[in-house]
């Protein structure tokens, strides 16, 4: 089974400071680790991913990610936060066996303030 | 537009009626997905379609619920004496064949059961 944890339903941070959406996760083999965004009455849209390789993975937007195994973590950061980053952000997982579809998290509402 | 296409974007109808979602997914893509979403809850899996062979349903797809490709292109749901508890987002995606790539979600359709 694979699961996914997102401990804070919402961030706030003020424009221009560094933000952190916190990621666990829980899955039988290898972790495929993926970032979405999602805006009002909208679909998501992919941020990034961790399939293998360096830790610290780079998306769009100036997003980054941070794999970290013994942790079990995926944790999303951005150095300076815009306002229009606020948006309902979801962490994904599937391992690397058979299974095909991803599982997520409950999501966060990230809130950047002016 | 090459993304995933989704048709109607909204949809009420009254409780007991049936009602039908299409999904166009990405034309190179083989592999498709629907997912539903509630309010405040990150997409819960419904259903996976490889080409037009549906290889794996959720719990969650109950009797009433009915999924086809019969193409491997287009994809319908159609869910069947809808409930109340039905409302939600339902969510298309799909991804390539082969690779670890995430998904290409769809804007989504929008139910309403009154």
């Known amino acids: 089974a694979q699961s996914v944890a997102q401990p804070e339903d919402q961030v706030n941070v003020a424009e221009g400071n560094p933000l952190t959406v916190k990621c666990t996760y829980s899955?039988?083999?290898?972790?495929?680790l993926f970032w979405y965004v999602q805006y009002p009455n909208r679909g998501l849209q992919f941020l990034l991913k961790?399939?293998?390789?360096?830790?610290l993975v780079k998306g769009s937007y100036g997003f980054e990610a941070e794999f970290n195994k013994s942790q079990t973590s995926f944790h999303l950061k951005k150095p300076s936060a815009l306002v229009s980053d606020s948006a309902l952000y979801f962490c994904?997982?599937?391992?690397?066996?058979?299974?095909?579809?991803?599982?997520f998290g409950s999501g966060t509402q990230l809130t950047v303030l002016p | 537009d090459t993304g995933v296409s989704q048709d109607p974007r909204h949809k009420i109808t009254k409780r007991g009626q049936n009602v039908t979602f299409r999904c166009d997914p990405i034309?190179?893509?083989?592999?498709l997905y629907w997912y539903r979403q509630t309010l405040g809850q990150g997409p819960e899996f419904l259903t996976y379609?490889?080409?037009?062979?549906?290889?794996?349903k959720s719990r969650l797809l109950s009797d009433r619920f009915s999924a086809e490709r019969p193409k491997g292109s287009f994809s319908t749901l159609e869910i069947q004496r809808t409930e109340q508890g039905d409302s939600a987002m339902y969510l298309c995606?799909?991804?390539?064949?082969?690779?670890?790539?995430?998904?290409?979600f769809g804007s989504g359709t929008r139910l309403t059961v009154v």
């Open positions: 995606a799909s991804s390539p064949g082969t690779g670890n790539y995430g998904y290409t």
């Open positions: 899955v039988s083999g290898n972790p495929y």
């Open positions: 961790y399939i293998t390789g360096d830790n």
């Open positions: 994904a997982v599937r391992d690397d066996g058979s299974a095909r579809q991803l599982t």
């Open positions: 034309s190179e893509h083989n592999r």
């Open positions: 379609f490889q080409n037009e062979a549906q290889l794996e």
